[in-house]
C-alpha cells in the first residue's frame, strides 16, 4: 500500500494549483482501501508481483475517490472519513469538476498498462457504477422501494468496483476464466456484504466512529434494508412513520426511528444478509492456492461484516 500511496501522490500531481489542493485533501483522508487491497492481494494470491499492480490499484482507488466526490455534491453531505468533505470546503462545482479529474487521471494510467482487457474491465465497472448513481437517485424518497431493487443499486454502485478490482488481479496474473470468474464472485459479494453493513451501522454506530452523520442516509430520503424490514415488521404506525420520513428525509424522529429499527430485528437481518454474502465470497476462494493473501481475504470475508466503522 505505501506502493500505491507513492503513484498516487505522483500521479495526482497538477499544473493547476486547486486540483492539487482539493486531491491531496481528499488521498490524506485515508480510508479503508479495500479496492487497492482486493487488486493487490489477488494478484500475489496467483503469483503476479510486476509493477503493474501498484498502478492498478491506484486506478481502483482513484475511480473511487472520484465517485465519492460526485456522491457528497448529490447528497449534501458534510461528513466523510470524519472531516468536512471536498464540497463542504471548497464548493459543489470545484468538488465535481476535480472528481472528473480523477476519473480522467485514472483512465491516463490504466492506458499505460497497455492490455485491452484492462480497459475493458474498467470501463464496463465505471459506466455500471454511473448507471447505479442514477438509480439510486431515481430510489430516493421511495418508501416502496422493493429489496430486490434496493440490491440491485448496491450490486452497481458498490459492488461493482470490487468485482473489478478483485478480476484484475486474475487478470493480471493470466489466470483461467474460471478462476477470474471466481475472483469476481468474491469481490461482488464481499462488495454487497460491506454495503449491507454500511447501511446499518446507519442506525447502530455512532459519528465519531462511523465518520460520518449518524443518520445521513435517512436525511437522504435513501429506502435502505434496515428501514425496509422495519417497515415490514412494525406496527402500522411504525410503518406510517418511517415512510414518512423516507418521503421527506426528515430527521426531528430520527431516535424514535432507530429504536424501531433495533426493536424489529432489522439490524439483525440486515447482518445476516450480509454474512450470507460473505459466506459466498469465503466459498470462492477455495479455487486459490493456500497463501498469505488467501488468508488476508478470508479475513476480509469477517471483517467486512463484523466491524463499526
Known sequence: MRQVDAVLRARLSSKVALIDQIASYIISAGGKRMRPRLLLLFSEAL????PERYELAAV???IHTSTLLHDDVVDESSLRRGRATANS??????????????YSRSFQMMVSVKSMRVLEVLAEATNVIAEGEVLQLMNMHD?????DEYLRVIR???AKLFEASARLGAVLAGA????????ADYGR????AFQLVDDLLDYEGNASELGKNVGDDLREGKPTLPLLIAMERGTAEERELIRHAIEHGELERLQQIIDIVRRTGALEATREAAQAQADIARATLELLPVSKAREALLEFCF???HRSS
Open 47 to 50: 503469483g503476479f508481483r510486476g
Open 60 to 62: 481502483v482507488e482513484l
Open 89 to 102: 470546503m471548497f464548493g459543489n462545482a470545484a468538488a465535481v469538476l476535480v472528481g472528473d479529474f480523477l
Open 143 to 147: 418508501a416502496d422501494l422493493a429489496v
Open 156 to 158: 452497481f454502485k458498490t
Open 176 to 183: 483461467s476464466a474460471e478462476v477470474e470468474e471466481a475472483c
Open 189 to 192: 459479494s464481499l462488495g454487497t
Open 303 to 305: 471483517r467486512a461484516v
